[in-house]
DNA sequence: ACTGAATTTATAAAGGTTTTATAAGGATAG
DNA sequence: CTATCCTTATAAAACCTTTATAAATTCAGT
Protein backbone atom coordinates (compact mmCIF):
# COMPACT_ATOMS: atom_id res chain seq x y z
CA UNK A 1 0.00 0.00 0.00
CA UNK A 2 2.61 2.10 0.78
CA UNK A 3 3.96 2.58 -2.96
CA UNK A 4 5.92 5.51 -4.11
CA UNK A 5 3.30 6.34 -6.38
CA UNK A 6 0.32 5.51 -5.26
CA UNK A 7 -2.73 7.89 -6.29
CA UNK A 8 -5.91 8.09 -4.36
CA UNK A 9 -9.33 9.34 -5.86
CA UNK A 10 -12.39 10.26 -3.83
CA UNK A 11 -15.34 9.92 -6.30
CA UNK A 12 -18.82 8.72 -5.94
CA UNK A 13 -19.41 7.65 -9.24
CA UNK A 14 -18.61 4.32 -10.29
CA UNK A 15 -17.84 4.94 -13.62
CA UNK A 16 -15.56 7.55 -13.24
CA UNK A 17 -13.21 5.89 -10.76
CA UNK A 18 -13.16 2.64 -13.26
CA UNK A 19 -12.08 4.55 -16.09
CA UNK A 20 -9.21 6.67 -14.24
CA UNK A 21 -8.19 2.84 -12.45
CA UNK A 22 -7.71 1.46 -15.78
CA UNK A 23 -6.13 4.98 -17.06
CA UNK A 24 -3.73 5.31 -14.21
CA UNK A 25 -3.20 1.82 -13.96
CA UNK A 26 -1.83 2.12 -17.57
CA UNK A 27 0.62 4.59 -16.50
CA UNK A 28 2.00 2.84 -14.25
CA UNK A 29 0.69 3.81 -11.04
CA UNK A 30 -0.78 2.49 -7.95
CA UNK A 31 -4.32 3.21 -7.35
CA UNK A 32 -6.46 3.95 -4.30
CA UNK A 33 -9.78 4.40 -3.80
CA UNK A 34 -12.39 6.02 -1.87
CA UNK A 35 -16.37 6.84 -2.80
CA UNK A 36 -17.01 8.61 0.14
CA UNK A 37 -15.09 12.25 1.87
CA UNK A 38 -15.13 10.14 5.28
CA UNK A 39 -13.78 7.16 3.33
CA UNK A 40 -11.78 9.58 1.58
CA UNK A 41 -10.11 11.63 5.03
CA UNK A 42 -9.22 8.31 6.24
CA UNK A 43 -7.40 6.73 3.60
CA UNK A 44 -5.33 9.48 2.78
CA UNK A 45 -4.06 9.07 6.08
CA UNK A 46 -3.46 5.11 5.71
CA UNK A 47 -2.30 4.98 1.97
CA UNK A 48 -0.03 7.94 2.12
CA UNK A 49 -1.34 8.76 -1.78
CA UNK A 50 1.50 10.89 -3.88
CA UNK A 51 -1.36 13.14 -4.95
CA UNK A 52 -4.95 12.83 -4.76
CA UNK A 53 -7.81 13.18 -7.39
CA UNK A 54 -10.57 14.65 -5.62
CA UNK A 55 -14.52 14.99 -6.87
CA UNK A 56 -16.10 18.16 -5.22
CA UNK A 57 -19.56 16.21 -5.16
CA UNK A 58 -19.59 13.89 -2.43
CA UNK A 59 -22.67 11.91 -0.97
CA UNK A 60 -21.39 12.66 2.77
CA UNK A 61 -19.08 15.74 2.97
CA UNK A 62 -19.14 18.77 0.63
CA UNK A 63 -16.12 18.33 -1.41
CA UNK A 64 -14.64 21.56 -0.09
CA UNK A 65 -14.71 20.90 3.25
CA UNK A 66 -13.07 17.49 1.90
CA UNK A 67 -10.17 19.60 0.65
CA UNK A 68 -9.97 21.99 3.23
CA UNK A 69 -9.77 19.09 6.12
CA UNK A 70 -6.80 17.49 4.05
CA UNK A 71 -4.62 20.48 3.75
CA UNK A 72 -4.77 20.57 7.26
CA UNK A 73 -2.08 17.94 6.79
CA UNK A 74 -1.82 16.68 3.47
CA UNK A 75 0.84 18.42 1.21
CA UNK A 76 1.63 16.60 -1.43
CA UNK A 77 -0.48 17.27 -4.45
CA UNK A 78 -4.53 17.32 -4.73
CA UNK A 79 -6.24 17.91 -8.22
CA UNK A 80 -9.92 18.57 -8.07
CA UNK A 81 -12.39 16.76 -10.84
CA UNK A 82 -15.16 18.37 -10.47
CA UNK A 83 -18.79 18.96 -12.86
CA UNK A 84 -18.65 22.27 -11.17
CA UNK A 85 -17.63 24.68 -13.82
CA UNK A 86 -18.44 27.86 -12.03
CA UNK A 87 -15.69 30.48 -11.66
CA UNK A 88 -16.75 30.70 -8.04
CA UNK A 89 -16.71 27.28 -7.50
CA UNK A 90 -12.47 27.15 -9.11
CA UNK A 91 -11.38 30.15 -7.08
CA UNK A 92 -12.49 28.81 -4.14
CA UNK A 93 -11.28 25.22 -4.31
CA UNK A 94 -8.08 26.84 -5.91
CA UNK A 95 -7.38 29.35 -2.82
CA UNK A 96 -8.63 26.84 -0.38
CA UNK A 97 -5.69 24.23 -1.30
CA UNK A 98 -6.30 22.73 -4.48
CA UNK A 99 -3.16 22.57 -7.10
CA UNK A 100 -5.49 22.13 -10.09
CA UNK A 101 -9.13 21.92 -10.92
CA UNK A 102 -10.55 20.03 -14.14
CA UNK A 103 -13.93 20.26 -15.11
CA UNK A 104 -16.04 16.89 -16.17
CA UNK A 105 -15.76 15.32 -18.68
CA UNK A 106 -11.96 15.89 -18.92
CA UNK A 107 -9.51 14.57 -21.58
CA UNK A 108 -7.68 11.98 -20.13
CA UNK A 109 -4.59 12.77 -21.77
CA UNK A 110 -4.65 16.56 -20.05
CA UNK A 111 -5.08 14.82 -16.92
CA UNK A 112 -2.52 12.69 -17.03
CA UNK A 113 -0.24 15.29 -18.17
CA UNK A 114 -1.36 17.70 -15.24
CA UNK A 115 -1.11 14.52 -12.83
CA UNK A 116 2.84 14.90 -14.28
CA UNK A 117 2.72 18.69 -13.81
CA UNK A 118 1.64 18.23 -10.05
CA UNK A 119 4.24 15.16 -9.11
CA UNK A 120 7.01 16.91 -10.77
CA UNK A 121 6.81 20.06 -8.76
CA UNK A 122 6.01 17.97 -5.57
CA UNK A 123 9.32 15.95 -5.35
CA UNK A 124 11.82 18.51 -7.79
CA UNK A 125 13.95 15.68 -8.85
CA UNK A 126 13.98 12.18 -8.91
CA UNK A 127 16.23 9.02 -7.93
CA UNK A 128 17.88 7.09 -10.91
CA UNK A 129 18.27 3.06 -11.44
CA UNK A 130 21.24 1.85 -9.52
CA UNK A 131 22.35 -1.67 -9.16
CA UNK A 132 23.41 -2.65 -5.56
CA UNK A 133 26.35 -5.53 -4.70
CA UNK A 134 27.35 -4.89 -1.38
CA UNK A 135 30.05 -2.54 -1.71
CA UNK A 136 29.70 -2.31 -5.29
CA UNK A 137 26.88 0.71 -6.57
CA UNK A 138 26.40 1.23 -10.74
CA UNK A 139 24.62 3.91 -11.56
CA UNK A 140 23.59 2.67 -15.11
CA UNK A 141 22.24 6.14 -15.70
CA UNK A 142 25.07 8.64 -14.80
CA UNK A 143 27.11 5.77 -16.04
CA UNK A 144 29.19 5.69 -13.21
CA UNK A 145 30.27 3.06 -10.55
CA UNK A 146 31.28 2.97 -6.66
CA UNK A 147 33.06 1.13 -4.41
CA UNK A 148 32.31 1.91 -1.03
CA UNK A 149 31.43 4.92 -2.07
CA UNK A 150 34.29 6.31 -3.93
CA UNK A 151 33.91 7.03 -7.76
CA UNK A 152 35.87 3.90 -9.93
CA UNK A 153 38.03 5.06 -12.82
CA UNK A 154 36.58 2.84 -15.50
CA UNK A 155 36.76 3.54 -19.13
CA UNK A 156 33.78 3.19 -21.46
CA UNK A 157 34.08 0.22 -22.78
CA UNK A 158 34.60 -1.13 -19.25
CA UNK A 159 31.98 0.15 -17.84
CA UNK A 160 29.79 -1.65 -20.39
CA UNK A 161 31.21 -4.58 -19.70
CA UNK A 162 30.44 -4.52 -16.13
CA UNK A 163 26.81 -3.08 -16.68
CA UNK A 164 26.18 -6.24 -18.97
CA UNK A 165 27.42 -8.26 -16.39
CA UNK A 166 26.05 -6.72 -13.28
CA UNK A 167 22.41 -6.33 -15.34
CA UNK A 168 22.51 -10.06 -15.76
CA UNK A 169 23.39 -10.99 -12.16
CA UNK A 170 23.62 -14.94 -11.64
CA UNK A 171 23.09 -15.70 -15.39
CA UNK A 172 26.19 -17.61 -17.32
CA UNK A 173 26.63 -14.85 -20.67
CA UNK A 174 28.47 -16.65 -23.07
CA UNK A 175 32.06 -14.94 -25.00
CA UNK A 176 30.00 -14.30 -28.07
CA UNK A 177 27.42 -12.56 -26.42
CA UNK A 178 28.98 -10.74 -24.40
CA UNK A 179 31.76 -9.48 -27.42
CA UNK A 180 28.37 -8.80 -29.55
CA UNK A 181 27.08 -7.00 -27.07
CA UNK A 182 30.20 -4.57 -25.76
CA UNK A 183 32.53 -4.46 -29.44
CA UNK A 184 29.70 -5.11 -31.69
CA UNK A 185 28.97 -8.05 -34.23
CA UNK A 186 32.04 -8.06 -36.00
CA UNK A 187 33.91 -9.06 -32.79
CA UNK A 188 32.49 -12.34 -31.77
CA UNK A 189 35.69 -13.97 -32.29
CA UNK A 190 38.00 -11.50 -30.30
CA UNK A 191 37.96 -13.87 -27.22
CA UNK A 192 41.06 -12.55 -25.48
CA UNK A 193 39.80 -9.30 -25.40
CA UNK A 194 37.28 -10.22 -23.02
CA UNK A 195 40.11 -11.53 -20.91
CA UNK A 196 41.99 -8.58 -21.16
CA UNK A 197 39.31 -6.62 -19.96
CA UNK A 198 37.60 -8.88 -17.75
CA UNK A 199 41.53 -8.72 -15.81
CA UNK A 200 40.98 -4.92 -16.05
CA UNK A 201 38.02 -4.91 -14.25
CA UNK A 202 38.72 -7.21 -11.74
CA UNK A 203 41.80 -5.14 -10.77
CA UNK A 204 39.28 -2.06 -10.27
CA UNK A 205 36.42 -3.99 -8.40
CA UNK A 206 37.11 -6.88 -7.09
CA UNK A 207 38.60 -6.60 -3.65
CA UNK A 208 41.32 -9.55 -4.09
CA UNK A 209 41.44 -9.86 -7.82
CA UNK A 210 43.09 -13.33 -7.73
CA UNK A 211 39.89 -14.71 -6.15
CA UNK A 212 37.06 -12.90 -7.84
CA UNK A 213 33.48 -12.88 -6.26
CA UNK A 214 31.87 -10.97 -8.76
CA UNK A 215 33.67 -10.93 -11.94
CA UNK A 216 33.59 -15.02 -12.17
CA UNK A 217 34.74 -16.87 -14.87
CA UNK A 218 32.77 -19.97 -16.42
CA UNK A 219 35.99 -22.01 -18.18
CA UNK A 220 35.25 -22.90 -22.05
CA UNK A 221 31.67 -20.77 -21.84
CA UNK A 222 31.91 -17.24 -20.66
CA UNK A 223 31.72 -14.84 -17.58
CA UNK A 224 28.84 -14.59 -14.50
CA UNK A 225 28.47 -12.28 -12.34
CA UNK A 226 28.21 -12.84 -8.67
CA UNK A 227 26.44 -15.91 -7.60
CA UNK B 1 12.18 46.76 -11.49
CA UNK B 2 13.36 44.05 -8.98
CA UNK B 3 10.16 43.77 -7.03
CA UNK B 4 9.12 40.83 -5.36
CA UNK B 5 5.75 40.22 -7.39
CA UNK B 6 6.69 41.48 -10.59
CA UNK B 7 4.90 38.98 -13.33
CA UNK B 8 6.25 38.41 -16.85
CA UNK B 9 3.39 39.29 -20.10
CA UNK B 10 4.75 37.88 -22.78
CA UNK B 11 1.79 37.74 -25.52
CA UNK B 12 1.52 39.60 -28.76
CA UNK B 13 -2.28 40.97 -28.68
CA UNK B 14 -2.04 44.59 -27.48
CA UNK B 15 -5.86 43.88 -25.83
CA UNK B 16 -4.78 41.08 -24.17
CA UNK B 17 -1.66 42.76 -22.30
CA UNK B 18 -3.71 45.80 -21.33
CA UNK B 19 -6.29 43.58 -19.94
CA UNK B 20 -4.17 41.73 -17.90
CA UNK B 21 -1.84 44.98 -17.00
CA UNK B 22 -4.95 46.18 -15.47
CA UNK B 23 -6.53 42.86 -13.61
CA UNK B 24 -3.22 42.43 -12.53
CA UNK B 25 -1.99 45.62 -11.18
CA UNK B 26 -5.35 46.11 -9.37
CA UNK B 27 -4.57 43.11 -7.23
CA UNK B 28 -1.38 44.39 -6.43
CA UNK B 29 1.41 42.78 -8.82
CA UNK B 30 3.89 44.64 -10.99
CA UNK B 31 3.85 43.93 -14.37
CA UNK B 32 6.32 43.84 -17.55
CA UNK B 33 5.72 43.28 -20.81
CA UNK B 34 6.97 41.63 -23.87
CA UNK B 35 5.27 41.48 -27.13
CA UNK B 36 7.66 38.89 -28.91
CA UNK B 37 9.41 36.13 -27.85
CA UNK B 38 12.85 37.24 -28.02
CA UNK B 39 11.78 39.91 -26.25
CA UNK B 40 10.11 37.76 -23.58
CA UNK B 41 13.77 35.51 -22.90
CA UNK B 42 15.22 38.63 -22.57
CA UNK B 43 12.97 40.44 -19.63
CA UNK B 44 12.91 37.02 -18.22
CA UNK B 45 16.44 37.67 -17.19
CA UNK B 46 16.75 40.96 -16.44
CA UNK B 47 13.16 41.50 -14.37
CA UNK B 48 13.46 38.37 -12.37
CA UNK B 49 9.69 38.12 -12.66
CA UNK B 50 8.22 35.30 -9.74
CA UNK B 51 5.88 34.04 -12.65
CA UNK B 52 5.70 34.45 -16.40
CA UNK B 53 2.42 34.46 -18.17
CA UNK B 54 3.31 33.03 -21.80
CA UNK B 55 1.31 33.49 -25.57
CA UNK B 56 2.07 30.53 -27.33
CA UNK B 57 0.90 32.34 -30.34
CA UNK B 58 4.27 34.64 -30.71
CA UNK B 59 5.35 36.68 -34.31
CA UNK B 60 8.69 35.46 -33.57
CA UNK B 61 9.50 32.41 -31.93
CA UNK B 62 7.17 29.28 -31.25
CA UNK B 63 5.59 29.56 -28.35
CA UNK B 64 6.55 25.93 -26.79
CA UNK B 65 10.57 26.71 -27.83
CA UNK B 66 10.45 29.86 -25.71
CA UNK B 67 9.15 27.79 -22.98
CA UNK B 68 11.43 25.53 -23.41
CA UNK B 69 14.49 28.21 -23.30
CA UNK B 70 12.92 29.57 -20.21
CA UNK B 71 12.81 26.36 -18.07
CA UNK B 72 16.93 25.90 -19.11
CA UNK B 73 16.91 28.46 -15.88
CA UNK B 74 13.95 29.96 -14.81
CA UNK B 75 12.30 28.01 -12.05
CA UNK B 76 9.54 29.95 -11.45
CA UNK B 77 5.93 29.08 -12.48
CA UNK B 78 5.14 29.54 -16.25
CA UNK B 79 1.48 29.69 -16.80
CA UNK B 80 0.73 29.26 -20.52
CA UNK B 81 -2.11 31.35 -22.25
CA UNK B 82 -3.40 30.15 -25.33
CA UNK B 83 -6.01 29.70 -28.04
CA UNK B 84 -4.79 26.81 -28.72
CA UNK B 85 -6.95 23.92 -26.88
CA UNK B 86 -5.91 20.85 -28.65
CA UNK B 87 -4.95 18.43 -26.02
CA UNK B 88 -1.96 18.07 -27.90
CA UNK B 89 -0.86 21.33 -27.56
CA UNK B 90 -1.78 21.33 -23.56
CA UNK B 91 -0.44 17.97 -23.02
CA UNK B 92 2.77 19.40 -24.90
CA UNK B 93 3.14 22.39 -22.73
CA UNK B 94 2.72 20.94 -19.27
CA UNK B 95 5.17 18.43 -19.80
CA UNK B 96 8.05 20.57 -21.44
CA UNK B 97 7.51 22.39 -17.86
CA UNK B 98 4.58 24.57 -17.89
CA UNK B 99 2.54 24.77 -14.43
CA UNK B 100 -0.36 26.06 -15.48
CA UNK B 101 -2.63 25.97 -18.82
CA UNK B 102 -5.58 28.30 -19.64
CA UNK B 103 -7.49 28.54 -22.78
CA UNK B 104 -8.60 31.86 -23.94
CA UNK B 105 -10.94 33.60 -23.11
CA UNK B 106 -10.31 32.83 -19.68
CA UNK B 107 -11.89 34.16 -17.33
CA UNK B 108 -9.98 36.84 -15.31
CA UNK B 109 -11.28 35.48 -11.39
CA UNK B 110 -10.21 31.82 -12.38
CA UNK B 111 -6.51 33.49 -13.84
CA UNK B 112 -6.14 35.25 -10.37
CA UNK B 113 -6.89 32.03 -8.28
CA UNK B 114 -4.20 30.30 -10.51
CA UNK B 115 -1.73 32.77 -10.04
CA UNK B 116 -2.20 32.54 -6.44
CA UNK B 117 -2.17 28.25 -6.64
CA UNK B 118 1.55 28.97 -8.77
CA UNK B 119 3.19 31.76 -6.33
CA UNK B 120 1.69 29.62 -3.18
CA UNK B 121 3.49 26.28 -4.57
CA UNK B 122 6.85 28.37 -5.55
CA UNK B 123 7.38 29.34 -2.37
CA UNK B 124 6.47 26.80 -0.26
CA UNK B 125 9.81 24.79 -2.57
CA UNK B 126 11.74 27.69 -2.45
CA UNK B 127 14.56 26.49 -4.22
CA UNK B 128 16.75 29.34 -4.73
CA UNK B 129 18.35 28.84 -8.23
CA UNK B 130 22.14 29.02 -6.87
CA UNK B 131 23.57 25.43 -7.46
CA UNK B 132 26.69 25.39 -4.81
CA UNK B 133 29.57 23.34 -4.77
CA UNK B 134 32.42 23.84 -2.55
CA UNK B 135 33.98 27.44 -3.35
CA UNK B 136 31.64 27.47 -6.70
CA UNK B 137 28.45 28.81 -6.91
CA UNK B 138 26.39 28.75 -9.83
CA UNK B 139 23.23 31.19 -10.24
CA UNK B 140 21.25 29.88 -12.57
CA UNK B 141 18.51 33.40 -12.72
CA UNK B 142 21.15 35.77 -12.82
CA UNK B 143 23.36 34.05 -15.05
CA UNK B 144 26.43 34.65 -12.77
CA UNK B 145 29.07 32.05 -11.28
CA UNK B 146 30.94 32.97 -8.32
CA UNK B 147 34.16 31.25 -7.24
CA UNK B 148 35.44 32.14 -3.55
CA UNK B 149 32.56 34.56 -3.58
CA UNK B 150 34.06 36.42 -6.47
CA UNK B 151 32.54 36.97 -9.67
CA UNK B 152 33.61 34.60 -12.71
CA UNK B 153 33.44 36.49 -16.01
CA UNK B 154 32.05 33.79 -17.94
CA UNK B 155 30.67 34.55 -21.85
CA UNK B 156 27.63 33.16 -22.16
CA UNK B 157 27.83 30.39 -24.10
CA UNK B 158 30.51 29.49 -21.50
CA UNK B 159 27.82 29.68 -18.70
CA UNK B 160 25.50 27.59 -20.40
CA UNK B 161 27.99 24.72 -20.75
CA UNK B 162 29.26 25.23 -16.98
CA UNK B 163 25.09 25.40 -15.95
CA UNK B 164 23.87 22.33 -18.03
CA UNK B 165 27.19 20.55 -16.43
CA UNK B 166 26.44 21.46 -13.09
CA UNK B 167 22.35 21.06 -13.31
CA UNK B 168 23.78 17.32 -13.98
CA UNK B 169 26.07 16.93 -11.57
CA UNK B 170 27.19 13.21 -11.39
CA UNK B 171 26.13 12.64 -14.65
CA UNK B 172 28.30 11.54 -17.67
CA UNK B 173 26.71 13.77 -20.39
CA UNK B 174 27.55 12.84 -23.96
CA UNK B 175 29.35 14.86 -26.37
CA UNK B 176 26.36 14.59 -28.52
CA UNK B 177 23.78 15.86 -25.80
CA UNK B 178 25.84 19.12 -24.50
CA UNK B 179 26.00 20.02 -28.07
CA UNK B 180 22.91 19.90 -28.69
CA UNK B 181 22.03 21.77 -25.75
CA UNK B 182 23.70 24.81 -25.57
CA UNK B 183 24.86 25.32 -29.80
CA UNK B 184 21.90 23.70 -30.85
CA UNK B 185 21.00 20.87 -33.01
CA UNK B 186 23.48 21.96 -35.93
CA UNK B 187 26.46 21.37 -34.00
CA UNK B 188 25.72 17.60 -33.02
CA UNK B 189 29.34 16.72 -34.63
CA UNK B 190 31.84 19.76 -33.45
CA UNK B 191 33.29 18.15 -30.31
CA UNK B 192 36.21 20.21 -30.69
CA UNK B 193 34.03 23.31 -29.98
CA UNK B 194 33.29 21.40 -26.59
CA UNK B 195 37.43 20.92 -26.18
CA UNK B 196 38.15 24.54 -26.34
CA UNK B 197 35.28 25.77 -24.22
CA UNK B 198 36.19 23.01 -21.57
CA UNK B 199 39.45 24.24 -21.91
CA UNK B 200 38.66 28.16 -21.21
CA UNK B 201 36.24 26.61 -18.28
CA UNK B 202 38.64 24.88 -16.21
CA UNK B 203 41.33 27.85 -16.22
CA UNK B 204 38.98 30.20 -14.87
CA UNK B 205 37.05 27.48 -12.47
CA UNK B 206 39.14 24.79 -11.31
CA UNK B 207 42.02 25.67 -8.65
CA UNK B 208 44.34 23.43 -11.16
CA UNK B 209 43.26 23.21 -14.57
CA UNK B 210 45.47 20.14 -15.36
CA UNK B 211 43.54 18.47 -12.66
CA UNK B 212 40.31 19.45 -12.81
CA UNK B 213 37.57 18.59 -9.76
CA UNK B 214 34.48 20.07 -11.17
CA UNK B 215 35.14 19.14 -15.34
CA UNK B 216 35.83 15.97 -15.50
CA UNK B 217 36.28 14.13 -18.70
CA UNK B 218 34.93 10.74 -19.65
CA UNK B 219 36.99 9.58 -22.78
CA UNK B 220 35.10 8.45 -25.47
CA UNK B 221 31.83 9.53 -24.26
CA UNK B 222 31.10 13.15 -22.82
CA UNK B 223 31.78 15.26 -19.80
CA UNK B 224 30.71 14.90 -15.79
CA UNK B 225 30.72 17.49 -13.45
CA UNK B 226 31.75 16.42 -10.01
CA UNK B 227 32.12 13.23 -8.73
C1' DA C 1 41.89 -41.26 -9.41
C1' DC C 2 46.42 -39.92 -11.37
C1' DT C 3 49.44 -38.04 -15.04
C1' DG C 4 50.61 -35.38 -18.70
C1' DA C 5 49.09 -33.09 -22.81
C1' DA C 6 45.91 -29.91 -24.69
C1' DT C 7 43.08 -26.27 -24.08
C1' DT C 8 41.63 -22.30 -21.91
C1' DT C 9 42.48 -18.34 -19.00
C1' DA C 10 45.13 -14.46 -16.56
C1' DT C 11 48.12 -10.79 -16.73
C1' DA C 12 51.76 -7.67 -17.94
C1' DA C 13 53.63 -4.91 -21.18
C1' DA C 14 54.59 -3.01 -25.71
C1' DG C 15 53.07 -0.70 -29.84
C1' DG C 16 49.54 1.88 -32.33
C1' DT C 17 45.48 4.46 -32.68
C1' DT C 18 42.11 7.53 -31.10
C1' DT C 19 40.80 11.09 -28.14
C1' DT C 20 41.80 15.17 -25.54
C1' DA C 21 44.13 19.60 -24.03
C1' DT C 22 45.71 23.89 -25.12
C1' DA C 23 47.56 27.75 -27.51
C1' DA C 24 47.09 30.89 -31.02
C1' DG C 25 45.32 33.20 -35.08
C1' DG C 26 41.28 34.41 -37.98
C1' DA C 27 36.38 35.50 -38.46
C1' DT C 28 32.34 37.72 -36.96
C1' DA C 29 28.92 40.42 -34.70
C1' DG C 30 27.53 44.11 -31.79
C1' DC D 1 37.07 48.31 -32.05
C1' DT D 2 36.44 44.71 -28.90
C1' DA D 3 34.70 40.63 -27.08
C1' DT D 4 33.43 36.36 -28.35
C1' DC D 5 33.31 32.55 -31.12
C1' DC D 6 35.28 29.49 -34.57
C1' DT D 7 39.12 27.08 -36.63
C1' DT D 8 43.53 24.99 -36.99
C1' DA D 9 47.69 22.85 -35.34
C1' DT D 10 50.27 20.05 -32.33
C1' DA D 11 51.63 17.77 -28.17
C1' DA D 12 50.07 14.89 -24.53
C1' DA D 13 47.20 11.59 -22.58
C1' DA D 14 44.08 7.87 -22.60
C1' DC D 15 42.57 3.98 -24.61
C1' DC D 16 42.49 -0.20 -27.42
C1' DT D 17 44.78 -3.96 -29.61
C1' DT D 18 48.25 -7.25 -29.91
C1' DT D 19 51.80 -10.23 -28.27
C1' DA D 20 54.04 -13.09 -25.03
C1' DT D 21 54.11 -16.07 -21.26
C1' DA D 22 52.66 -18.16 -17.05
C1' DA D 23 48.89 -20.24 -14.60
C1' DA D 24 44.77 -22.75 -14.32
C1' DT D 25 41.53 -25.95 -16.04
C1' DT D 26 39.89 -29.71 -18.79
C1' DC D 27 40.32 -34.14 -20.69
C1' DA D 28 42.08 -38.57 -22.44
C1' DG D 29 44.29 -42.64 -21.39
C1' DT D 30 45.77 -45.39 -18.07
Redesign the interface.
Do not use: F, K, P
Given at each position: MLSPDNILIIDDEHQIRRLLEITLSANGYKISEASTGKEGLSMAATSQPVLIILDLGLPDIDGLDVLKKLREWY?KPIIILSVRSS??D??KA??IG???YLTKPF?T??L???I??AIR??Q?TSENPVLNFGSLAIDL????ARKNNE?LKL??TEFSLLALLAKNEGRVLTHQYILKEVWGMGYIEQTQYLRVFIAQLRKKVEDDPAKPKMLNTESGIGYRFGS
Open positions: LEEIILDANDRGELARRVQSGSNHTLTS
